[in-house]
């Protein structure tokens, strides 16, 4: 075996105090190993050539190895991470020659020196290849650790966009609504309301029938009202509440004469498959607005007409009056309700047009097809 040089030996004052300083090369920057991989690295290493000056020495320190060919296969970048492992299997040769120098053995024993060099620098050469494929394993970990948190992090700010999206096309959908219900109401209440105070001159039975219609209609706004401020107090029993569909459209036409407006409503057809309930408060939203807009707009001693047909494609709309639609062709473009008709049939994949007829009077059509699952 090779003479090894104990810290205890006889050795000088200068000489240990080399050695030490020496050691202190080799261990003291592994403190920030972290912070500073690869020049810790080359500070190692100057440490670990200045030992070769002391053949055969062995330090505590030179742990310090491993560890930091552990520390720049996980935290350094790649081609550091490789240059630290061609660093350690130069120093396993190194340390092989230094270790078992040919000056150390008599010529007899030239057969086992090749032996133990051979065995040196492979048991060496194995210490750097675990040292350094730990730290790759434990590299590779972590990156798919940081990948996977960066993934969530983007679901997260993915859903949180979502959210965002979706209060917004709540807030839309809701001032429509909002329009919707409170231009019919208050287009019926005042219309009834007008004519109650003429008709209480004459008739106080025809006021008190007419009163009876206002307040029926505020009842059932309020009540769609206080559905529609459910939604956004977030309390379930109100948004629970049927939302109206075709099946309502009946009431809807009643309470439109009850305003005083003739109304004439069809049904042709037969539906081949059912509306989505939202294409089906569509519908009825588009017969209310047209409605409204009639009352508001058409003049007086107007006739309105409903026709839904069903086709094989879907279901058709038309709302047609008799009234001014030379006037009432200004809303096309410029009012909220008729904006939104058509944002809530283009939902569905349908198409919404208005305009005045040749004939007189205005017209609004609807289509809204099947949804084809």
């Known amino acids: 075996m090779p003479g090894t040089i104990g810290l205890t030996g006889s050795m ?13 090369l080799q261990s003291a920057p592994m403190m920030v190993r972290r912070r500073f991989p690869w020049a810790v690295t080359l500070v190692i290493a100057v440490g ?8 055969g020495l062995i330090l505590p320190s030179q742990i310090s190895v491993p560890i930091m060919i552990y520390t720049m296969a996980v935290y350094g970048k790649r081609w550091q991470s ?9 120093g396993a040769i190194l340390a092989t020659f230094t270790l078992f120098s040919p000056s150390q053995y008599s010529p007899e024993v030239s057969t086992g020196f090749t032996a133990d ?15 350094w494929t730990f730290g790759d394993l434990a590299r590779t970990r972590r990156l798919a650790m940081k990948s996977l948190k960066d993934h969530a992090d983007r679901l997260e700010n993915e859903r949180i966009m979502e959210r965002a999206l979706a209060a917004s096309d709540e807030r839309n959908h809701i001032a429509r609504e909002m ?68 099946t309502d459209v009946d009431d809807l036409v009643e309470i439109a004469r009850n305003s005083g407006l003739e109304v004439k409503l069809e049904t042709a057809g037969t539906p081949r498959k059912d509306l989505p309930a939202g294409a089906e408060l569509t519908a009825y939203r588009c017969i209310q607005e047209s409605l409204t807009n009639v009352l508001k707009h058409a003049g007086t001693n107007v006739v309105a007409e409903v026709l839904l047909t069903w086709t094989y ?15 009432a062709i200004k809303l096309e473009g ?21 305009g005045a007829q040749p004939s007189g009077g205005y017209a609004v059509a609807v289509f809204i097809p099947y949804s084809e699952d």
């Not at 000088?12 to 202190?24: C, D, K, P, V």
């Not at 944002?343 to 919404?352: F, P, Q, S």
Request: glycine share 10%; charged share 20%.
């Open 82 to 90: 490789f240059g630290t492992l061609a660093l350690g299997f130069l």
């Open 179 to 246: 329009h919707d219900i409170v231009a019919h109401s208050l287009s019926v209440i005042i219309t009834q309301a007008n004519g109650a105070r003429y008709a209480a001159v004459k008739d106080p039975q025809i006021a008190i029938d007419t009163l009876k219609t206002v307040s029926d209609t505020g009842r059932a706004s309020l009540k769609e009202m206080r559905r529609l401020l459910g939604v956004l107090r977030k309390d379930e029993e109100l948004q629970n509440r049927p939302l109206p569909s075709l």
């Open 334 to 354: 410029n009012g909220q309700g008729l904006l939104g008709m058509r944002e809530r049939v283009a939902l569905y994949d349908g198409t919404c047009t208005s």
């Open 48 to 55: 670990h050539l200045l030992q070769l000056a002391f053949d």
């Open 117 to 131: 060099m051979i065995f040196s620098f492979v048991g060496l050469a194995l210490l750097v290849t675990l040292s």
């Open 12 to 24: 000088s004052g200068s000489a240990m105090l080399s050695i030490f300083a020496i050691a202190l």
């Open 313 to 327: 494609r879907g279901l058709d709309l038309r709302i047609t009056d008799n009234g001014r639609g030379a006037g």
